[in-house]
């Protein structure tokens, strides 16, 4: 079965690395992130 992430808030409240953190660990667990582009910012 798959394991899917679903968007979710305030990542960097967990961990440093934010949302970054959990695609990496996604990639790493080999499931999959999906990442709400529309909510972020781009620095």
């Known amino acids: 079965n798959p394991i ?3 968007p979710t808030a ?3 409240l967990a ?3 934010g949302e ?3 695609a ?3 990639t ?3 499931s999959i992130y999906i ?3 529309t909510l972020s910012t781009v620095s």
Request: aromatic share 20%; hydrophobic share 40%; proline share 0%.
């Open 35 to 37: 990442y709400n582009w």
């Open 15 to 17: 961990h440093c690395d």
């Open 20 to 22: 970054w953190g959990t």
């Open 4 to 6: 899917i992430i679903a």
């Open 10 to 12: 305030f990542h960097r």
């Open 28 to 30: 790493n667990a080999e």
């Open 24 to 26: 990496q660990g996604a």
